[in-house]
């Protein structure tokens, strides 16, 4: 997804947002986070790591110990929750059982005063949205989660807000089911252009639908990014081993190679790697993706490069994962490292036991710090 132009004002502003619950240690630490209109941006990190935090105290749930934010230039920490004209949808759906589906979408506009003509309105307009026009008599006990999970992303934009806050939204539901409702949402933001903000703890759900995704632990935004850079280009060892699958070593840098790359020492081998935040004698991370190494000798132009890495592993297992094999080697002193092996027959002798040869360009090897 194309990252949206940025307008010289944000939509939302943290400006030095800090947030303690005991006085004495800090859930969000010194957060500076800048939301541009029509974008979705996802907050992804671990538990506790105050993502869900930071939610919470934009729309209104959670007092701020330090710090403001801005909704267009317009600080809300002293403005309720229900003045902020904020969409809102929750893991738990959050919808009234005793009314049908159109009562709980009337409900929002209702609140507002808004005309019966306004209310139908409306209220026809989001459950097409959402695909569920023939839906409106039915009680939400009646329908799927899926149905359900649509009513509340319904109820959420019937009073056309300008701002959706979705908290865990798709954690209630299967794994077919979550996918397919990820994919719903990205077009559905698509077409109405209205500004998200989503928490999740599902890598897999950030990455299919943000436009940037803020990795938080401990508090802090560990790297900002789109989903292609945080993959390809992770700025810390965290953020490497957070998203995606990583093979990780530890190692020492033992010289600059010139060019942005480093010679790491691991055991008694060297390493190239590309130098991202890792001084000359200090300890680092080295970060490679498994589908990064290949099995088998370089060839072509690839052979005769200086950084490219060439190595010896022992086939630990194979796992057959249909249009690909996952292949575990002893390796650099680990018997973890992996490697995904295309399902295209050239690799059938993949015995345990087996010395194959394999190998990875130094730019696909990140020298990252190392955390104590």
Request: charged share 25%; net charge negative; aromatic share 6%.
């Amino acid at each position: 997804m194309e990252q949206p132009q940025q307008p010289a004002q944000p939509h939302i502003s943290f400006r030095k947002v800090q947030k303690s619950y005991d006085g004495d240690s800090l859930v969000v630490r010194d957060l500076n986070l800048e939301i541009y209109d029509g974008e979705f941006l996802t907050m992804l990190g671990p538990s506790g790591s105050g993502k869900t935090t930071c939610l919470m105290m934009l729309a209104g749930f959670e007092t701020l110990t330090h710090g403001e934010i801005y909704i267009r230039d317009r600080g809300v920490s002293k403005i309720p929750p229900h003045e902020r004209n904020i969409g809102m949808v929750f893991q738990n759906y959050a919808l009234f059982p005793h009314m049908t589906v159109a009562e709980n979408l009337a409900f929002p506009l209702q609140v507002r005063s808004e005309s019966e003509d306004e209310v139908r309105r409306k209220v026809g307009r989001a459950l097409d949205m959402v695909q569920l026009s023939g839906f409106g008599g039915r009680r939400p006990g009646q329908l799927s989660g899926g149905q359900q999970q649509r009513v509340a992303v319904a109820r959420a934009l019937v009073f056309e807000p300008a701002l959706v806050l979705m908290d865990e939204p798709l954690g209630a539901l299967d794994k077919n089911l979550r996918e397919q409702m990820q994919f719903e949402l990205k077009h559905l933001h698509e077409s109405i252009g209205v500004t998200v903000v989503y928490v999740t703890h599902d890598q897999g759900e950030a990455l299919t639908m943000s436009d940037r995704i803020a990795v938080f632990d401990k508090g802090v935004i560990q790297q900002l990014d789109s989903a292609e850079d945080l993959y390809e280009k992770p700025q810390n060892a965290f953020v490497a081993s957070f998203i995606g699958e990583n093979n990780t070593f530890a190692g020492r840098v033992a010289e600059d190679l010139g060019g942005g790359f480093c010679s790491v020492t691991v055991g008694e081998a060297k390493v190239a790697a590309l130098r991202i935040n890792a001084e000359t004698g200090a300890l680092t991370t080295l970060s490679l993706r498994p589908e990064r190494a290949l099995l088998g000798e370089p060839n072509g132009v690839a052979a005769e490069g200086a950084r490219v890495n060439r190595f010896e592993g022992r086939v630990r297992e194979t796992i057959y994962l249909g249009d690909h094999i996952r292949v575990r080697l002893s390796l650099l002193g680990s018997d973890e490292f992996i490697v995904k092996v295309p399902n295209d027959r050239e690799h059938r002798d993949l015995s345990a036991d087996n010395i194959v040869p394999l190998h990875w360009r130094a730019e696909d090897c990140r020298a990252l710090d190392h955390p104590q």
